[in-house]
């Protein structure tokens, strides 16, 4: 029981910060309709900005978070004025591809300025434990799934209850009729990138302790939130959210209770299976547009 | 005719190079060559039917791992092992693109993403068959007529010629019912469709073609290398199959080739960027994309005939899905 307890928590965690990168990239897709493969290295920039913070510059905790958060909101800022902008008129092919050599760029430019030695980002929490009924669980981990929560909670008001998320469900909606209602697209576009920016910032910080900082870390993220995403649903972001606790409880307790080997194949194995079964996910989403 | 020609002159440059070029250079050229290979089938998929595939590198390690298994755990010929590995491949690019294919744009992406990433964990972790990450070493080499195909020169001159029987063969398919086909589905499925065009049945027939081509540069890469790992199948590779056909020009076979060559070599010619490449390349791919969206061959052809609009030359058009 304690060890399950200590699973679920890990698992919740882990599927927190899935949850995380698996909105940014779908905040992103349906305000742009970019499917942006590069979203794994966004979350490996996040830890990485910390790791500049911190690590490098030696910031305290606060100031440093602030700082990292800052650089990702400029990073989301460039990443649509340079990769966006000049795709955003291609066909889904060339933006798929176009996002994914930017990631390889990324990637190479982090290993370039960080090395590929592995840091080790510290939590605000760092060895902390709390004790629920016989199983000691980090606190970290805890904090993880309740800063979480409230980030949602956050995006949630943001999108429905002011007039900036509104504006930008506007534009995810019919960027045309937005522009004849007068709404700023270009400016809420870029705001769009900003926020999934921010996200996988976000997700990177909390995922610098639970595991290593390494330049390498992105490209298995970005399989998880796209396995999050299907399984969710594309598109959806309640489905993004269920998504990613998903794979983060099957990759946890399928490493221990199946095969520590095998445990991402649960994952993406699920992926397949909901492709070919129900490609629209768990909250079905609108599919005329499958392509 | 002139696609022939184009194709007769890639091969025949490579023919002369084999005369003069250095050891090294020669084993790069091997590798464009089974590179291209591959290439040129990942073009039925992609080029022609519009299927963007990140999972081209499982089907080249499908072929591998199959000759591979078969020469050294059942001692087989590589000659008599090649046939079941790309049959065997063959078979499962058609049990999976039956249901696969139904899927398109980013989440067919999505889908060979993740049947790559599988075949990878898989391969990495079943040891009995596979050796794991250690790999399989000592593939034999091919024979033929007595003579061993062993050393670079020589390995070329075969390498050449599969390359030139396939690149025909996909000469003749462009041209072909089939092909046409293939790239009215990519053009417009419901108007393909209209016209009596089993899209299903035309997107799985290019799907396994590209398969199949796949695993037969897998087989040559085994018995080039002597040595396979999941390493050299997984995802990153596969992205590379697809930046070399962009490059090049996708719906193009001579595009394929020149693609393949072209960034089979560019690490090389590149290496004063050192540690760098990577974040280079990425940068030129996203320009290539922007400013070339035809790829290299496109550009020829737009320079032959300027006044024509690229988008409507002979598969010139990007598959694009109609939004």
Known sequence: MADLIQLLTNGLALGSVYALAAIGFVIVYSATGVVNFAAGQFVMLGTFAGVATLVNAGWPLPVGYAGALALMALFGLLFYAVVYLPLS????????????????????AALLTFGSWPFRLVSPVEGMMLEVAGAVIPLHAVAVVVATALLIGLLWLLLNRTALG?????????????????????????????????????????????????????????????????????????????????????????????????????????????????????????????? | MRSVLVLAALLLAG?????????????????????????????????????????????????????????????????????????????????????????????????????????????ANWIELTGGTN???????????????????????????????????????????????????????????????????????????????A???????????????????NVAHAITFLSMLIVGGEGSVAGAIVGAALLTFLPEWLRVLGEGYLAFFGLMMLAILVFLPTGIVGLARRWRRPVRPAASAPGGARPGVQP
């Open chain 2, 15 to 123: 023919l002369a190079l084999s005369f003069v070029v250095s050891e090294y250079t020669l084993r790069l050229l091997n590798m464009a060559v089974i590179a291209a290979v591959a290439v040129v089938g990942l073009n039925f998929a992609f080029g022609y039917a519009g299927l963007i595939s990140l999972g081209h590198s499982a089907f080249v390690g499908l072929g591998a791992y199959g000759l591979a298994i078969l020469t050294t755990k059942a001692g087989w010929s590589p000659w008599l092992a090649a046939i079941p590995a790309v049959a065997g491949t063959g078979l499962a690019a058609a049990a999976l693109g039956y249901p696969l294919l139904r899927l398109k744009g980013h989440y067919l992406a999505l889908a060979t993403l993740g049947l790559n990433v599988s075949f990878g964990i898989v391969a």
């Open chain 1, 89 to 108: 008129k291609s066909p889904v092919v060339t933006i798929i591809i176009g996002t994914v050599a930017i990631g390889i760029t990324l990637q190479n």
């Open chain 2, 135 to 213: 790999g399989i070493a000592q593939i034999p080499g091919l024979t033929l007529a007595g003579h061993r195909i062993e050393g670079e020169r020589t390995f070329l001159w075969f390498g050449l010629a599969v390359l030139a029987v396939l690149g025909l063969a996909a000469l003749a398919i462009h041209a072909s019912r089939l092909g046409r086909a293939m790239m009215a589905v990519r053009d417009d499925e419901t108007a393909a469709a209209m016209t009596g065009i089993d899209v299903t049945g035309v997107s799985v027939a290019a799907f396994v073609l590209s398969a199949l081509y």
């Open chain 1, 166 to 291: 509104i504006a930008m469900r506007a534009v995810a909606q019919d960027a045309r009729t937005a522009r004849l209602m007068g709404l700023r697209v270009n400016a809420l576009l870029a705001f769009t990138w900003v926020l999934a920016a921010l996200l996988a910032g976000i997700a990177g910080l909390m995922l610098g302790p639970m595991w290593f900082a390494d330049v390498n870390m992105g490209d298995p993220i970005a399989l998880k939130a796209f396995a999050a995403t299907i399984i969710g649903g594309f598109g959806s972001l309640p489905g993004a959210i269920a998504g990613g606790l998903f794979v983060g409880l099957a990759e946890v307790l399928g490493a221990s209770y199946v095969s520590s080997a095998y445990k991402d194949l649960i994952a993406f194995g699920a992926m397949i299976l909901f492709l070919l079964v129900r490609p629209q996910g768990v909250f079905g989403e609108r599919i005329q547009d499958r392509g």
């Open chain 2, 215 to 233: 695993a037969v540069a897998g087989c040559l890469f085994a018995v080039h290398v002597h040595f396979v790992s999941p390493d050299d199948f």
